[in-house]
């Protein structure tokens, strides 16, 4: 799979030209020079990691060295102190499991569109394993409710969502409750990405589940403002998944 078909799946070329974007976790400035290369009004990029940040400015002014671009090395945290921050889109690709939902909250203020894509998880990390510590509750629907991202030793300190036992710490931001933050907030959320790419890329970059249901695999999903705050709770949701 190449960046290309990867970025579509977050933003359609059509959607892009004369609009602004925040990029949380930049890396290397991928997703700026995909933006760019459809005429984006301007690029933000952010990556805790310095070395990163210096490979995505070359990057980005070898190829568009007039562009409106600012890559800068801060957490998403510090970057969400300025004032005034206002943006047509933000990508957050894989860097959810990071992420507060403080930060989901403010996110929401400064764009009306989202997009998130989880973190591909490690490749041992399989269904029958964390079955055997996990309730039947917690596997319900997998897939939408409960796509892990990492599992840890339960000893790690981590300030995401938590399901405990006396052995793993499995921290996850599943569809379901990203859905229901956001339809709090006013977002709809929208999954044609991800089905598209759980069709065109299964194996690769390993979107969705495997035939088997023991690979756990990334998704993508896009949240747009409503403007208003629909009345959906989590059991609301979760029983109609």
């Known amino acids: ?16 030209a004369g609009k602004s974007f925040l990029d949380v976790g930049c ?6 020079l995909y933006v760019l290369s459809n005429q984006a009004s301007s690029y933000t990029g952010i990556d805790i990691d310095s070395q990163r940040v210096e490979v995505a ?3 980005i002014k070898t190829s568009y060295p007039d562009a409106d671009v600012n890559v ?14 206002k943006f047509d889109a933000v990508f957050l690709g894989r860097m959810i499991w990071g992420i507060s939902s403080d930060v989901l909250y403010k996110l929401s203020k400064i764009s009306n569109h989202i997009v998130i894509e989880s973190v591909n998880p490690l ?33 790690f300190k981590f300030m995401a969502n938590r399901i405990t036992d006396n052995r793993y710490l499995c921290v996850f931001y599943s569809i379901g409750y990203l859905k229901t933050i956001f ?59």
């Not at 799979?1 to 892009?16: G, H, K, L, Q, T």
């Not at 800068?72 to 921050?85: A, D, G, H, M, V």
């Not at 041992?124 to 990492?150: G, K, R, V, W």
């Open 57 to 59: 400015l070359d990057n």
């Open 27 to 32: 890396a290397n400035g991928e997703a700026g």
């Open 123 to 155: 490749n041992h990390i399989m269904h029958d394993t964390i079955s055997t510590y996990a309730t039947p509750d917690m596997l319900h629907e997998l897939e939408y409710n409960h796509p892990i991202a990492e599992i840890y030793p339960s000893n």
């Open 183 to 241: 339809n709090q907030l006013g977002f709809t959320a929208n999954l044609d990405s991800y089905e598209q790419l759980k069709k065109k890329w299964p194996d690769e970059y390993g979107y969705g589940m495997s035939a088997d249901r023991k690979n756990i695999k990334m998704f993508v999903v896009q949240f747009k403002s409503l403007g208003t705050a629909l009345p959906l709770t989590w059991a609301e949701w979760h029983n109609n998944v």
């Open 1 to 16: 799979m190449n960046d290309i078909d990867r970025f579509n799946a977050w933003i359609s070329p059509s959607e892009i």
């Open 72 to 85: 800068i090395t801060t957490s998403i945290e510090e970057f969400l102190k300025q004032p005034n921050l």
